[in-house]
């Protein structure tokens, strides 16, 4: 499993794909080195949520899932309930900051053009 950050996968992108499709590596995208997200191969995928559910574009049962989540989580590093929700806070405070970012790059843009 390797790791890189956002702005590196958006440089990489192809390259990252083609390693998670064919090498059957995961790779982690971090943000401000946290994982955020995770790239993986459609074979993984496949092993992860079940070949049926993949082909059919359904998810596993709820308990099947969450079992599946939680140790993909843990090969992540997040072992603790605590571990996940500070993860789940990080997130949604960089969506926030996201969204900030957006506002005020609007505001610049709708004055620069008045």
């Not at 790791?3 to 990252?16: F, I, K, N, Y």
């Not at 049926?52 to 099947?64: I, Q, T, V, Y």
């Not at 969450?66 to 929700?85: M, N, P, W």
């Amino acid at each position: 499993m390797s790791s890189v950050s956002v702005a590196e996968a958006g440089r990489q992108l192809s390259q990252l794909i083609n390693r998670a499709a064919y090498g059957r590596e995961v790779v982690v995208i971090t943000s401000r080195g946290q994982a955020k997200a995770v790239l993986l191969g459609v074979d993984v995928f496949d092993d992860l949520v079940g070949k049926e559910a993949s082909a059919n574009g359904g998810l596993p049962p709820l308990s099947e899932f969450r079992q599946r989540s939680q140790e993909a989580l843990a090969e992540a590093g997040f072992t603790s309930r605590e571990d996940i929700l500070e993860l789940a806070r990080q997130v949604r405070q960089e969506r926030i900051d996201e969204q900030s970012d957006v506002s005020v790059l609007t505001t610049v843009s709708v004055l620069t053009t008045v």
